[in-house]
């Protein structure tokens, strides 16, 4: 079994900064891609950012310029740098990383005030 858990959410203002880590521990055979999505009340899960197990990333248009996702492979860990943090950007972040499965934390919840 393999364990996610994400940390580093709270409450910013608008304009703010988060850094946002996530480590996996367990049985992790070898992970492939690590991911970040979020999902504000009432709206669906997004797929916010994604960092393949070489390097490449992706990101949603919302966050281009903002949000920078990055991995340390020695440490089974992604992390997520969010600048100029918006109203919008308010949601519940959610880790997910790509094993033998998919495996998903329990996510942390992040709250920008204007």
């Known amino acids: 079994q393999v364990h996610v858990e994400e940390s580093g959410g709270g409450l910013v203002q608008a304009g703010g900064s988060l850094r946002l880590s996530c480590a996996a521990s367990g049985s992790i055979v070898s992970i492939n891609a690590m991911a970040w999505y979020r999902q504000a009340p009432g709206k669906q899960r997004e797929l916010v950012a994604i960092?393949?197990?070489?390097?490449?990333?992706n990101y949603v248009d919302s966050v281009k310029g903002r949000f920078t996702i990055s991995r340390d492979n020695a440490k089974n860990t992604v992390y997520l740098q969010m600048n100029s943090l918006k109203p919008e950007d308010t949601a519940v972040y959610y880790c997910?990383?790509?094993?033998?499965?998919?495996?998903w934390g329990q996510g942390t919840q992040v709250t920008v005030s204007s």
């Open positions: 997910k990383i790509w094993d033998s499965r998919p495996y």
């Open positions: 960092v393949a197990s070489g390097g490449q990333t």
